[in-house]
C-alpha cells in the first residue's frame, strides 16, 4: 500500500490526510511551493517560524509530575494558551489530556448538566498550584495501585486477564492437538500403549517425503518466479503470485515435516523414555528454569554484566516449552487413549463429543474478542479515576469530582466551547505497529495521533475522529482510552523497542496494554447518501464532523457489535510478529514506540518555536531520546535539529544547566527555535528537590517501571519540572525579542532577589539588661 494515497471513502471519495496546507492552483509563492514540494505530503500546515507549540515526553508518572509543573508555569506566563499545538505522549499525555478534559468537562464539551457554564477558570487556572484538581492528583499520584488493597485488585486484574486472555490459544491448541491425536490413535495407540510393540514407519517415511516434494515444489516456484523476472517486463502480479506460491509451499513443508513425521516419532520416542524424562528431564528443566532466573536477576542488578544476550537466547527456548510441552504432551495422551478420552464406555459418543468441542473452539475464537481480557481496560479506569474530572463550586468554595461513567469523553467534542485563546489544541501522540514495507526496517512503527478533527497516521492516512470513535465501538475510544493507549509501554509489538525474544510469551500470557483499533483505510460502511468530502480544509472537516454526526443520530445506526471485534488471531499473528496495514484492524500502543518526545509531530505541523519538556527518564550522558527524534525529524521531514546538549551532562553529580536551546531548520529554509528542557538536577535546582535527591539517589531518573510515587517524590518532580519551564519562559523571550516578536510575561519569571537582612535595631536597655 503506498503510504501517501488517500484512503478511499464509502463513495469513492477520498479520505486523505490533511495536505501541508495548500491546493493545487492557490497562488503561494514559488520559494514555498518549490522547496517543500517533496514534503509536501508529510505536513499538516506549512512551517511557521512563529507557531507556539509544546510537548510533553513519555515517562508515566515520573513524566506527568514534572510536565504538571511545567505546565504550570508556561500557563501563568501566558505562553501556554498562545500556543497552537500541545503535543504529549504516555506520561506527559496523562497530564495533557487531564487538563484539556477537566476544562471540556466543567464547561460541558461532552454533553454534562452545565451545558458551557460550569465554575470559571479566570481565579484559578486549571491545574494551578493548590487547584483542587492538583490536590486529587496528589492524593493519587499512586494512581494504579494504592495501599495494599490496591496492589491486590491490581494482581487480580493481571491474572484475570491473564487466564481470560489464554482461553483461545489453549482451545486452539488443544483442538489441533486432540485432531492429530485421533488420526493417530489407531497407527500409534496400540504402540504407546504396548512398549514391547514396534512401529510401522511408513507413515512418517511417507510424510517424510512429501514434506520434501512440497520443499522440491516450492524450489520449483522460486526459480519460475526467478525466469519471469528476467524477462525483459515482468508483471508485479505474477512476480507476487509465485512469490506467495513459494511461501505457501515452503511453510507446508515445515509444518507436514514436523507434525505429520517430526511428531509421531517423537511420540514413539517419549513412550519408551518416559520415565527416564520424568527422572532426568524434570530436574533439568527446573535447573534450567532457576538459572534463567539467576541470569534474569544478575542483569538486572548490574549494568557491566554481559548476560543480556544470554538471556535472549534463551527466552525463544523457553516459548518453545510453554507452548511445546503442554501440545505434545496432550496429543500423547489423546493417541494412546483415543475417544476413551471422551467416554468412559466402548467410545460410542466420542465423535460427538469431539465434534462438540471442535465446535466450541470455533465459537471462542471467533467471538472472544481482544479488547475485553486486555489491562488496557484496568489501566484507563485507574487513569481516569486519578487525572480525569470535572470542577465545581459547591457554596463558595472550588471542588473537584469524578466523572460518572455514564459521561464518556469524547475526543471529537473536545473544546466546543472554548472562549477564543483558552487552550491549545491536544495532539495525544501513539504508535501503530506493523512490519510492513511501507515502515523502513528497524522501526516495526509509524506515529499514529488523535486529534478532536483527524486520527490516523502517515502510512494509514487520516479520518475524522467522530468516525474512527464510532467504528471503534460504543465506549471504546473515549479520551481516557487515548491516554491510556498513548501510555501503553508494554506490548508484545513495541515497535523500534520490541523484543522479538519475549514476543511470544507476552502474547500468551496477555503482557499487553495496547489496543486494536478499527483501520482508517477502511472506515465503516455507512449510507450510499452520506457524502464526506475531501477533508483539506477546516471548513471541509467541520462538514464531514456535522454530517456524521447527524447519521449517527438515525435510529438505524448500530455501533461494531463484539463479534466484529478484533479476535484472537489478532494475537497470534502479534505473536509471530506479523503486524500488517493491511487488516481492518490496526494495533496502537505507547507514543514512545515511535517518538517519546511529541516533537515530531509538533514539526509535522510546522511550529517554529517548541518547548520540549523531556522527563524520559534516558542517559544524561546520551541522550537517545532526543537524538531519536532528531533523527525521525531529518527522514520523515526534512527538518535539521542542530543543538548541543553538553551543559545538560552532570559534572561531580550536578548539571550546568536544565535546559539548552537549538535550532530548526525546516527544508523551505524556514529556521526556528528548539527550547529543551530536560528532568535534569542543575546546580541552581530547589532545595527540596536536592534534598530529596539526598535521601533517593534514583532521583531525577527513576525507572518508569515505578508507577508508585508518595507526595514527595511528586512534589519533588513538579517542582523541578516548574523550576525548568521558568528557564525556558526567559531563553524564549530573549529569542522573540531578537525576532521583534512579543515576549512573555519576562518579569513575573524572574527570580525572586534576596531579601535584605534585617538593619539591627537599638540596643536594649531597662529589665532587659537583667
Not at 501541508?20 to 508529510?42: H, N, R, Y
Not at 550522558?621 to 553538553?646: K, M, N, P, Q, Y
Amino acid at each position: 500500500m503506498d503510504p501517501h494515497r488517500a484512503p478511499p471513502g464509502p463513495d469513492g471519495s477520498s479520505l486523505s490526510r490533511p495536505s501541508i496546507g495548500f491546493e493545487p492552483g492557490v497562488d503561494l509563492p514559488t520559494a514555498d511551493m518549490g522547496a517543500l514540494k517533496q514534503w509536501a505530503q508529510e505536513y499538516f500546515e506549512i512551517p511557521d517560524d512563529a507557531r507556539l507549540g509544546v510537548c510533553c515526553s513519555g515517562g508515566g508518572i515520573r513524566s506527568a509530575s514534572y510536565c504538571l509543573g511545567a505546565l504550570q508555569v508556561l500557563d501563568h506566563a501566558g505562553l501556554l494558551p498562545r500556543a497552537e499545538y500541545l503535543a504529549a505522549v504516555s506520561g506527559g499525555d496523562y497530564i495533557a489530556a487531564a487538563r484539556s478534559s477537566v476544562i471540556g468537562a466543567t464547561w460541558g464539551d461532552f454533553g454534562g448538566d452545565d451545558g458551557g457554564a460550569g465554575p470559571s477558570f479566570a481565579d484559578v487556572p486549571p491545574f494551578a498550584p493548590n487547584s483542587p484538581e492538583e490536590r486529587h492528583l496528589r492524593d493519587n499520584s499512586s494512581y494504579l495501585a494504592r495501599g495494599l488493597a490496591g496492589k491486590f485488585w491490581l494482581g487480580m486484574n493481571v491474572l484475570y486477564g491473564a487466564i481470560r486472555h489464554m482461553v483461545p490459544f489453549v482451545a486452539g491448541l488443544f483442538l489441533i492437538a486432540a485432531t492429530l491425536g485421533f488420526a493417530f490413535n489407531r497407527w500409534l495407540g496400540p504402540v504407546l500403549n504396548d512398549t514391547t510393540k514396534s512401529m510401522d514407519w511408513r507413515f512418517v517415511d511417507w510424510n517424510l517425503l512429501l514434506a520434501a516434494a512440497l520443499a522440491v515444489l516450492g524450489g520449483f516456484s522460486l526459480l519460475c518466479r526467478q525466469i519471469v523476472q528476467q524477462r525483459g517486463h515482468p508483471s508485479g502480479a505474477a512476480l507476487a503470485v509465485f512469490q506467495g506460491l513459494t511461501m505457501l509451499l515452503f511453510r507446508m513443508a515445515l509444518l507436514v515435516g514436523l507434525l505429520l513425521a517430526g511428531l509421531p516419532a517423537a511420540l514413539w520416542a517419549l513412550s519408551r523414555a518416559k520415565d527416564l524424562l520424568l527422572s532426568v528431564g524434570v530436574p533439568t528443566l527446573s535447573a534450567g528454569t532457576l538459572f534463567s532466573a539467576g541470569v534474569a536477576y544478575l542483569t538486572n542488578r548490574s549494568k557491566r554484566l554481559k548476560l543480556l544476550r544470554v538471556l535472549h537466547l534463551l527466552l525463544p527456548f523457553a516459548s518453545l516449552i510453554v507452548v511445546g510441552i503442554p501440545f505434545v504432551g496432550f496429543t500423547y495422551w489423546v493417541a494412546q487413549q483415543g475417544f476413551h478420552v471422551w467416554w468412559s464406555g466402548q467410545g460410542e459418543a466420542g465423535p460427538f463429543i469431539a465434534l462438540c468441542v471442535a465446535v466450541a473452539d470455533i465459537a471462542v475464537v471467533r467471538y472472544l474478542d481482544e479488547v475485553t481480557p486486555s489491562m488496557h481496560l484496568f489501566y484507563r479506569e485507574r487513569l481516569a479515576k486519578a487525572f480525569v474530572g470535572r470542577r465545581t463550586r459547591p457554596g463558595d468554595r472550588l471542588d473537584f469530582e469524578e466523572l460518572p461513567w455514564s459521561l464518556p469523553l469524547s475526543m471529537s467534542k473536545l473544546q466546543d466551547h472554548d472562549p477564543p485563546g483558552a487552550r491549545p489544541k491536544l495532539v495525544v501522540c501513539a504508535a501503530v505497529n506493523a512490519s510492513d514495507d511501507s515502515i523502513p526496517l528497524g522501526r516495526n512503527a509509524a506515529p499514529f495521533t488523535f486529534e478532536r478533527d483527524y486520527s490516523g497516521s502517515p502510512v494509514t492516512g487520516y479520518i475524522p475522529t467522530s468516525v474512527l470513535e464510532s467504528a471503534a465501538g460504543e465506549g471504546v475510544l473515549t479520551l481516557p482510552a487515548m491516554m491510556a493507549i498513548s501510555g501503553a509501554a508494554l506490548s508484545p509489538s513495541m515497535g523500534k523497542m520490541t523484543r522479538s525474544s519475549l514476543r511470544m510469551l507476552m502474547a500468551i500470557f496477555n503482557v499487553r496494554l495496547g489496543v486494536w483499533l478499527p483501520n482508517p483505510t477502511s472506515p465503516p460502511d455507512v449510507r450510499d447518501d452520506l457524502r464526506l468530502p475531501n477533508l483539506r480544509t477546516p471548513a471541509a472537516v467541520r462538514q464531514a464532523r456535522d454530517l456524521w454526526t447527524n447519521y449517527r443520530a438515525n435510529p438505524g445506526w448500530k455501533p461494531m457489535g463484539r463479534s466484529k471485534r478484533p479476535g484472537p488471531l489478532y494475537s497470534l499473528r502479534e505473536a509471530l510478529g506479523r503486524n500488517s496495514l493491511g487488516y481492518r484492524f490496526v494495533y496502537v500502543t505507547d507514543g514512545g514506540h515511535f517518538d517519546n518526545l511529541g516533537l515530531v509531530e509538533l514539526l509535522r505541523r510546522g511550529c517554529g518555536q517548541i518547548v520540549c519538556l523531556d522527563a524520559a527518564g534516558d542517559d544524561l550522558d546520551h541522550f537517545h531520546t532526543l537524538s531519536e527524534a532528531i533523527a525521525l525529524a531529518r527522514a520523515d521531514l526534512g527538518v535539521e535539529i542542530t543543538i548541543d546538549t553538553t551543559p545538560l551532562k552532570p559534572v561531580d553529580g550536578e548539571s550546568p544547566s536544565d535546559h539548552v536551546c537549538g535550532s530548526i531548520l525546516f527544508p523551505d529554509g524556514r529556521e526556528g527555535v528548539l527550547v529543551f528542557a530536560k528532568a535534569a538536577m542543575a546546580r541552581d535546582a530547589p532545595q527540596d528537590a536536592k534534598a530529596f535527591r539526598d535521601v533517593d539517589p534514583r532521583f531525577p531518573t527513576h525507572s518508569t517501571a515505578d508507577q508508585f510515587f508518595d507526595e514527595r517524590t511528586f512534589e519533588a518532580y513538579r517542582g523541578l519540572g516548574g523550576h525548568a519551564a521558568r528557564h525556558c519562559v526567559n531563553t524564549l523571550n530573549e529569542y522573540r525579542t531578537n525576532q521583534g516578536q512579543e515576549p512573555f510575561r519576562f518579569e513575573t519569571l524572574s527570580e525572586p532577589p534576596c531579601p535584605e537582612p534585617p538593619s539591627p535595631g537599638p540596643p536594649a536597655t531597662g529589665a532587659a539588661d537583667g
